[in-house]
């Protein structure tokens, strides 16, 4: 983590900067806006004590800690509740009405035993009299075990327990649960109970999306029969319903907290693998030492890591409470190192970096353990403490008595420094004025407010809605809170002119694309033709989501189109700066999806068979290498059929690809396609017997996979080896 060697001259600096803020705010107060990103003070505790895996500092009150902070010049915190208030908080998420719900654990890390009574709560924090700090805590779900993930919903609240993630309804409006639904599970917890489902958050697209954490091998399938296999870290999303669920990446180690930006992308905090991953949709992502999909893994955002081997909890800014040079910035908790790590969002292209900012918050208590991080309604951001002197699950053994199973806290952080904003009177939501609360640009807000609209149609009408999204003179923001109310009423349709007109503004026109996305198949179809002819677009984050929906048909006369985004956005091989990786990743995995359609498949590739009779040119033209490259990531045996085809016409292609493509072969033939993939390995390493032999063992497990003995073809090569 980065330090300066002088903490005094840095402290000096700090405060210097901050008596400047002042006096140019009272001499002219236009300049006083103009606030510069500065991170927070080092910590007084030494260095070396954020490396112990059991810290030897004592535990504080909430009070003593709450005076171990350091923040940038202008920001303050407070606290907003502790124990008894609450025990261990995992999630924390808002309501409509201005309230916190937690999940509270005294159980972690060992879930309940079977059979016996489970200890655990969901509490509604509630701050009454408006100074700020929770004053009422009632308790709506008791019995849980180890819940993690949670999501106020408008009967009730969604969340995980072991094994299941549940729907607790509150039938009677009394702030208790009435009526414990299952809607998805039982998730795996036979290896790990740590980091399971959690960060349930909505896409204002008719998904919750959701992180599974490390190690365990969870199988789940939704009412309609959709099913996913998470194994270890993963990220998938569900219908709040329990209707459908789909995957949305793979890899990671653990991840715990997502959010998004301006945009509509997705990005999750990790441990061991990077803080920040940016989230692309069927990507793939490095875990401990498991392969990637075929398809390779997708570009990271950042090579430093933090100093840490745990991130938890991530919030993308989207306020204007704070000051413009923090805003737009990723916020994480760091829980190994007791502080809040900065990162500015940096783009070339639709490609998302990150940029290590020096450390928003730190602690001179090592038991400050930030494990959530929310944007409050009033455009605080509020930080869950799960305070410990412990906080490694491999690290330190379990059951170490040193565990606090009881002191948990919340803190709200603001700005008051120069010319700061005005929060806005009241948490709750405005449902009698849900015009102003959609356009609002505290993110909160304005997704809050989205989820009232959507249920009631007498104060927002889908007139009212369509009206305001076709009004030009109206912000942005509302106009893209009235397309997610109507995609989420089933009433959003394809609207030509804002796909066509170069007045539509940027935004809107990328939430409108990935929006058309999660529409019927024929409707994207339709959308398809109109942005077909518009790319590439001005605007590189609409090229990506453009993509996608093209990969979402289906319909192999798309490749062409996208092997030339592939090739264009890989850029030259000597100007880095030209390249746009997330696009090629994107584009690549768009083909992927089509070729997974076996008609599909068979159309793009029908000339490929002719290959054993009319054989192909030396080099290969540019979209049939990208499809043969991405049948790699596409297991079938018509796949492996046509791999066999390309190589066999190609035999000098890149000698990884070929070991690739046997490979992949190998792992997905039939017995008689098996056979073929040996006369391939010869006519491509004749003069390789070693080669020969390896890749022969593998067809041999394969096929003992499924069969008593070697085949007569197999058996015979296998001795022709050995002479």
């Excluded at 001259?9 to 001499?27: E, N, P």
């Excluded at 930006?261 to 803080?275: I, M, R, V």
């Excluded at 390995?681 to 003995?709: I, M, N, R, T, W």
């Amino acid at each position: 983590m980065p330090r300066f060697k002088n903490a005094t001259y840095r402290f000096g600096v700090r405060r210097l900067a901050a008596t400047l803020l002042c006096v140019i705010s009272f001499l002219k107060p236009s300049l006083a806006q103009e606030v510069t990103y500065l991170g927070a003070d080092e910590p007084t505790t030494a260095e070396e004590i954020y490396g112990q895996g059991v810290r030897e500092t004592p535990w504080l009150s909430p009070q003593d800690e709450q005076q171990s902070f350091h923040l940038p010049p202008g920001f303050s915190i407070e606290l907003f509740a502790s124990e008894p208030q609450i025990a261990k908080p995992m999630n924390i998420a808002w309501d409509a009405r201005g309230r916190m719900w937690v999940t509270s654990s005294k159980e972690y890390p060992y879930p309940a035993a079977e059979g016996s009574p489970a200890g655990d709560t969901i509490q509604i924090l509630e701050d009454s009299d408006g100074d700020g700090r929770a004053d009422k805590s009632t308790t709506f779900a008791d019995g849980l075990n180890i819940p993690i993930g949670i999501l106020p919903v408008k009967d009730g609240v969604i969340c995980y327990s072991i094994p299941n993630l549940w729907l607790l309804r509150d039938r009677d409006g009394d702030d208790q649960v009435d009526e414990r639904v299952l809607l998805l599970g039982p998730f795996d917890t036979s290896r790990d109970t740590h980091g399971m489902i959690n960060s349930l958050t909505l896409g204002q697209d008719g998904w919750i999306y959701a992180c599974h954490g490390f190690n365990n091998q969870s199988q789940v399938t939704a009412t309609d029969g959709s099913r996913v296999q998470l194994i270890s870290g993963n990220t998938f999303r569900f219908r709040e319903d329990g209707s459908r669920v789909e995957q949305f990446t793979s890899g990671q180690v653990n991840p715990f907290g997502i959010t998004r930006d301006e945009w509509g992308n997705w990005y999750s905090a990790d441990c061991h693998s990077k803080p920040l991953t940016r989230l692309l949709r069927g990507a793939c992502y490095p875990s401990f030492g498991r392969p990637h999909d075929g398809l390779g893994f997708a570009p990271p955002m950042m090579k430093h890591l933090h100093g840490s081997t745990a991130i938890c909890g991530l919030l993308y800014y989207q306020a204007e409470q704070f000051p413009a040079a923090f805003r737009e910035k990723f916020y994480s908790g760091n829980v190994m190192t007791s502080r809040i790590n900065c990162n500015a969002l940096e783009w070339q292209g639709a490609t998302a970096s990150a940029h290590e900012l020096p450390d928003f918050l730190t602690s001179d208590d090592p038991w400050f353990r930030p494990n959530d991080i929310q944007l409050g309604c009033d455009g605080a951001m509020y930080v869950s403490d799960f305070y410990n002197r412990i906080i490694g699950h491999y690290e330190v053994p379990l059951e170490h008595p040193g565990r606090d199973r009881t002191s948990g806290r919340i803190w709200k952080i603001s700005y008051a420094g120069p010319d700061a904003i005005e929060s806005p009177a009241s948490l709750v939501i405005d449902q009698g004025n849900l015009t102003e609360e959609l356009a609002s640009t505290n993110e909160a807000r304005r997704c809050l407010a989205i989820g009232l609209a959507v249920t009631d149609q007498t104060r927002f009408s889908s007139d009212t809605a369509e009206s305001l999204l076709n009004d030009a003179a109206q912000s942005e923001k509302l106009r893209i809170s009235c397309m997610e109310v109507l995609l989420q009423r089933g009433q959003f349709h394809v609207a030509p002119k804002l796909l066509t007109e170069a007045s539509t503004p940027p935004h809107l026109l990328v939430r409108q694309l990935a929006l058309l996305a999660e529409l019927p198949l024929e409707e994207r179809r339709s959308a398809a033709e109109l942005v077909r002819e518009k790319l590439p677009f001005d605007n590189s984050q609409a090229n990506l989501v453009a993509v996608q929906l093209l990969g979402s048909i289906a319909n192999a006369s798309e490749l062409p189109l996208l092997a030339g985004i592939v090739g264009s956005a890989t850029g030259s091989t000597h100007d880095s700066a030209l390249s746009d990786p997330a696009l090629a990743y994107t584009a690549r995995i768009a083909i992927r999806d089509i070729l997974r359609d076996e008609t599909q498949l068979a159309i793009a590739t029908q000339h490929w068979s002719d290959w054993a009779t009319h054989p192909a040119a030396d080099d290969a033209s540019a979209v049939d290498r990208l499809i043969a490259e991405t049948l790699l990531a596409v297991p079938s045996p018509l796949a492996a059929k046509r791999l066999l085809d390309y190589v066999a016409a190609h035999p000098h292609s890149d000698a990884k690809f070929v070991d690739a493509a046997l490979l992949a072969t190998t792992k997905s033939a039939d017995p008689e396609l098996l056979e073929r993939l040996l006369a391939v390995l010869k006519q491509v390493k004749p003069d390789s017997l070693l080669e020969q032999a390896q890749q022969f063992e593998h067809v041999c497990d394969v096929y003992l996979g499924g069969h008593k003995e070697l085949s007569p073809p197999l058996s015979a090569f296998g001795l022709e080896l050995q002479s």
